[in-house]
């Protein structure tokens, strides 16, 4: 498609308008984000160009070579329904592409455009395809592979066909890959037909896990139109695992997730500073008060000790099953459910009141949640790392040892170890800053 305002041809994505098919008015020249209908610029209805707004736009005749996907239909049909253990989203969307309509079609894999990767045969022109450059979506992909040759070569590693030849040694590789929903088609297809049709003996992804949509408070993420917050703009605000734990927290697997402020603040104040922060805080602040910045000794645990020790190991056991799953919220909602436990325990054990009457049951009560911290920093480490890493450091404990034993793992900081009393560990959003955030980032509502 050629932008006589731009004076030059676009892209797919440079070029918008509404989709034929489900009538979002947003839809891209290569692909539709609201329904993931595959298009091309010519599909759309009332195009523009995303750089000028032009709505000059004439599709010229010119030579590009064509992936020729519908002649592997059959092998990656065949290949899609073996993967059983697939998400739904993921095998739904590919198997979309691959029946609706017409079926499954050749893809253009060349653009007339001045940046990208030249198209060649070797080193010499492809006849025809002179100053011509590869899609992206049939080159990017095959740089997953090219990485690792140039880890090699970069001397960081060895032996890169190990890791992407099957008759290598691939065969025993678990390869995953994580991506939104718009790019399910290219790995789902465009990419295997690459791999399967070149005949050649390379790995093939395993498990593909794809997200839906995350929207933002009534609308889209746009940056064009000033809406939302984007990844400097919230590191400015607030450190990187507030942000990690709300978007793991709210991963959008089941359906699109969408953010508000309100949700934003709720659950960084009630989850992060008002479950795990306050633990923290209440039993390194009392022991120092009591016993000094060392792990108290004296008095043994009871009843009440082993109660919370079984509930922590039924509890660890679900977490590691859902994130062997790759069942994001799960795994973050049992990850919060732990930090209960200690919670509790202080609650129903109260150190602070036991001292009064038993200071060696408070010393047993106070060593039991101190080792709680760093079980907690090691289980965080997936979902808050800078956290996790700050409170390993205020244990003085460089054992991040993962739990199989739960008892082990409650007794890894011995009576006299030392520690620090950490900062705050989460602080809380106040309601102004909340509503300053929510005016700064709203922009204009698509």
């Not at 007339?112 to 060649?120: F, T």
């Not at 025993?172 to 929903?181: L, S």
């Not at 991963?251 to 402020?261: G, Q, R, V």
């Not at 009457?357 to 920093?377: C, D, F, G, H, K």
């Amino acid at each position: 498609m050629y932008s006589h305002a731009d004076g030059r041809f676009l892209p797919d994505r440079y070029i918008e308008g509404t989709c034929p098919n489900c009538g979002f008015d947003s839809a891209r020249g290569d692909q539709c984000d609201n329904c993931t209908k595959q298009l091309d610029p010519v599909d759309l209805i009332n195009p523009h160009s995303t750089i000028s707004g032009s709505t000059d736009l004439e599709m010229r005749d010119t030579k590009h070579l064509y992936l020729r996907q519908s002649a592997m239909k059959d092998q990656l049909e065949n290949w899609i329904d073996s993967k059983t253990d697939w998400p739904i989203l993921t095998t739904s969307i590919a198997k979309k592409w691959l029946n609706d309509g017409d079926g499954l079609q050749d893809r253009g894999i060349t653009r007339d455009l001045n940046w990208g990767v030249p198209v060649k045969k070797g080193d010499a022109d492809w006849p025809g395809m002179e100053g011509k450059v590869f899609y992206v979506w049939f080159d990017a992909p095959i740089e997953y592979i090219a990485c690792a040759q140039e880890w090699v070569d970069a001397g960081k590693g060895t032996d890169w066909e190990r890791w992407w030849r099957t008759d290598k040694g691939a065969d025993d590789v678990t390869y995953t890959q994580f991506m939104g929903k718009d790019n399910v088609p290219f790995h789902t297809l465009s990419f295997p037909a690459t791999i399967l049709g070149s005949g050649e003996p390379w790995k093939l992804v395993d498990y593909i896990k794809s997200f839906n949509y995350l929207n933002y408070d009534g609308g889209q993420f746009s940056t064009s139109r000033g809406r939302g917050v984007f990844m400097d703009q919230a590191l400015e605000i607030l450190p990187a695992d507030y942000w990690r734990w709300w978007l793991l927290s709210h991963a959008p697997e089941s359906s699109d997730a969408e953010f508000t402020w309100e949700n934003f603040q709720a659950s960084v104040n009630k989850d992060l500073a008002d479950v795990l922060g306050n633990f923290v805080s209440r039993i390194t602040k009392f022991c120092r008060s009591k016993f000094g910045e060392t792990v108290p000794e004296g008095g043994t645990w009871g009843a009440q000790e082993q109660a919370v020790i079984a509930e922590l190991t039924t509890r660890i056991r679900a977490y590691e099953g859902f994130m062997q799953a790759i069942e994001v919220r799960k795994a973050a909602a049992e990850l919060r459910a732990i930090w209960v436990i200690g919670n509790e325990y202080l609650q129903s054990a109260a150190p602070w009141s036991t001292f009064k009457e038993n200071p060696e049951q408070a010393a047993a009560q106070t060593r039991l949640a101190l080792n709680l911290i760093r079980l907690y920093a090691v289980l965080s480490s997936p979902f808050i790392p800078d956290a996790s890493a700050t409170l390993m450091a205020a244990m003085k404990c460089q054992d991040d040892t993962w739990p199989d034993n739960i008892t082990d793992a409650v007794n890894v900081l011995p009576a006299g170890h030392a520690f620090e009393v950490p900062d705050v560990t989460f602080r809380k959003i106040s309601d102004e800053e909340r509503e300053e955030w929510q005016t700064r980032f709203a922009g204009i509502r698509a």
